[in-house]
């Protein structure tokens, strides 16, 4: 492997499966320790930074970068351990593996303090950033998935309904399953949805999916219930959106979750996007561009 901090641009017909075709995108290797991590980035500007979800990569935001670049930044959006066509020379997940990833890759880009633009999974790392390091985190969106200072109730149990499938995935078993209608407001073609999954062709991604629900999710998830985050001050500007059709985090029960939201945050807002469910990127694109580049402005003010 390169030393840390080197890149490595490569051309687009040598990746493999192949990359996902998506206007305006550079591709590059970046190198740190342990770690090959695939990043899309699109404009110049102001770095923002985008965290995909779960089983997404960097194509989640092909409808959203570009626009938001549009607008005068940069937007970085990285392939996490496990996912799209990142590399890992170790496949084992620590609850903060993907955490210093991120800090790692942004480290070697020289990026010190970025917007943040994060779903689901990415949700997660973001989250720990803007609690371990909130110098880096100008503002926080964060797509689909509670702040950590949440209050617990029963009725956000079944947004945890997947993770027993996730735990005891199988090599080979399709996660088409995850882009049902229980989880986007609007059905997503089949060109997309392979779009998502083809990736998984990749041994090293496949073999993933247990290790990062094991390794991470689940220790986040019960850090949550616990409270851990809780006792701690969440400092960054952050701006929490959840679709209005994603069952578990209506809009009754994420006030009640985040009523304390004083006590826990120095800035805290919550949003809810129409028409859309968990996959908010997918159901309400020019919804999520809307809400970051208004919280940009105002998160950063």
Do not use: N
């Not at 809810?272 to 990127?281: L, S």
């Amino acid at each position: 492997m390169d030393a840390p901090g080197t890149q490595d641009a490569t051309a687009g017909d040598t990746w493999s499966p192949p990359l996902l075709e998506a206007a305006g995108f550079e591709h590059a290797m970046v190198q740190t320790t342990g770690l090959r991590t695939h990043v899309a980035s699109i404009g110049a500007g102001d770095p923002v930074v985008m965290l995909h979800g779960f089983p997404e990569h960097w194509w989640q935001w092909r409808l959203i970068a570009p626009t938001i670049a549009a607008h005068g930044y940069r937007v970085i959006c990285p392939d996490l351990r496990g996912s799209g066509w990142t590399e890992a020379a170790d496949p084992r997940f620590g609850p903060e593996s993907q955490l210093d990833d991120v800090v790692a890759v942004l480290d070697a880009l020289g990026v010190a303090r970025a917007h943040f633009v994060c779903h689901d999974m990415g949700a997660i790392s973001g989250m720990q950033l803007s609690y371990r390091s909130p110098e880096r985190v100008r503002t926080m969106l964060q797509l689909a998935v509670p702040p950590g200072f949440m209050e617990f109730t029963p009725k956000v149990m079944p947004a945890f309904a997947h993770m027993p499938a996730l735990l005891m995935h199988r090599r080979g078993r399709s996660l088409r399953y995850l882009f049902s209608p229980r989880y986007v407001a609007r059905p997503l073609t089949e060109d997309t949805i392979e779009a998502y999954l083809r990736v998984h062709e990749r041994r090293e991604v496949e073999r993933a999916v247990t290790a990062l629900y094991r390794g991470m999710v689940i220790p986040v998830s019960m850090r949550l219930l616990r409270g851990v985050y809780k006792r701690m001050r969440l400092q960054p500007p952050t701006l929490t959106a959840f679709g209005r059709r994603d069952g578990p985090f209506a809009e009754p029960t994420v006030r009640r979750i985040c009523r304390d939201h004083e006590r826990r945050a120095d800035r805290f807002e919550l949003a809810f996007i129409d028409d859309a469910a968990h996959f908010v990127t997918d159901d309400a694109p020019d919804a999520v561009v809307a809400l970051a580049l208004d919280w940009f402005e105002r998160g950063a003010s």
